[in-house]
Nanobody
Framework: QVHLVESGGGSVQPGGSLRLSCAAS????????IAWLRQAQGGERERLAV???????LIPGSVKDRFPISQDNAKNTIYLQMNSLRPEDTAVYYC??????????????????WGQGTQVTVSS
């Protein structure tokens, strides 16, 4: 069983920044991708970034310039640096991991393990 724990959420004013962290209790050889997703209240889940073991990275254009993703393999941790935050970025942010390889980059891919989510609220 893999446990993912997100942290770093909170409330911030528009234009501010937050850095989210996702720590994995274990990253087994069968798991080869990890992702950040978010879901606003009443909205659909949206994937923000996906990294595969082959270092393929997918970041949608809507957040690509504002939300760089990074990882620390020694700590089994990935980060989402969120800059120039907007009220529409308000959502619960999740990290998730799976074993689909490049298929993890597909919009239809279902991740195997999920964190509990961390709330991000952007308002003045």
């Amino acid at each position: 069983q893999v446990h993912l724990v997100e942290s770093g959420g909170g409330s911030v004013q528009p234009g501010g920044s937050l850095r989210l962290s996702c720590a994995a209790s274990a990253y087994t050889d069968s798991l080869d991708c990890i992702a950040w997703l978010r879901q606003a209240q009443g909205g659909e889940r949206e994937r923000l970034a996906v990294i595969t073991r082959g270092d393929s990275t997918l970041i949608p254009g809507s957040v690509k310039d504002r939300f760089p993703i990074s990882q620390d393999n020694a700590k089994n941790t990935i980060y989402l640096q969120m800059n120039s935050l907007r009220p529409e970025d308000t959502a619960v942010y999740y990290c998730a991991t799976g074993s689909g390889g490049v298929y993890c980059l597909s919009d239809s891919y279902s991740f195997n393990y999920w964190g509990q989510g961390t709330q991000v609220t952007v308002s003045s």
